[in-house]
């Protein structure tokens, strides 16, 4: 069975840090361009982050530039997201992806929640 899944999301103070993980099951995710998303209640979702898979370029949205950082180790089929200096704005729930953009057709998983709270 395909299937992605996030973890690490928490509560975390503004300032703190939190790594996300997204593993895959069911396929190599050596293959596959993967992108962070994020939806914040009331908002549409949004691009955060993406992974090239063999050049292993990155991206990031211009709001988690110098924060944020994306990475990937194929031998454990994990994609990773550090986030540092969390924002009040950074809560949402992230999501992982096998695609770069919204409008593309690929895997997701299933969320995971951020809440960045004093």
């Known amino acids: 069975q395909v299937q992605l899944v996030e973890s690490g999301g928490g509560l975390v103070q503004p300032g703190g840090s939190l790594r996300l993980s997204c593993a895959a099951s069911g396929f190599t995710l050596d293959y596959y361009t993967i992108g962070w998303f994020r939806q914040a209640p009331g908002k549409e979702r949004e691009g955060v982050s993406c992974?090239?898979?063999?050049?292993?370029?990155?991206y990031y949205a211009d709001s988690v530039k110098g924060r944020f950082t994306i990475s990937r180790d194929n031998a454990k089929n994990t994609v990773y997201l550090q986030m540092n200096s969390l924002k009040y704005e950074d809560t949402a729930v992230y999501y992982c992806?096998?695609?770069?953009?919204?409008?593309?057709?690929?895997?997701w998983g299933q969320g995971t929640q951020v809440t960045v709270s004093s």
């Open positions: 992974i090239g898979s063999s050049d292993r370029s990155t």
């Open positions: 992806a096998t695609v770069c953009s919204l409008g593309a057709s690929g895997y």
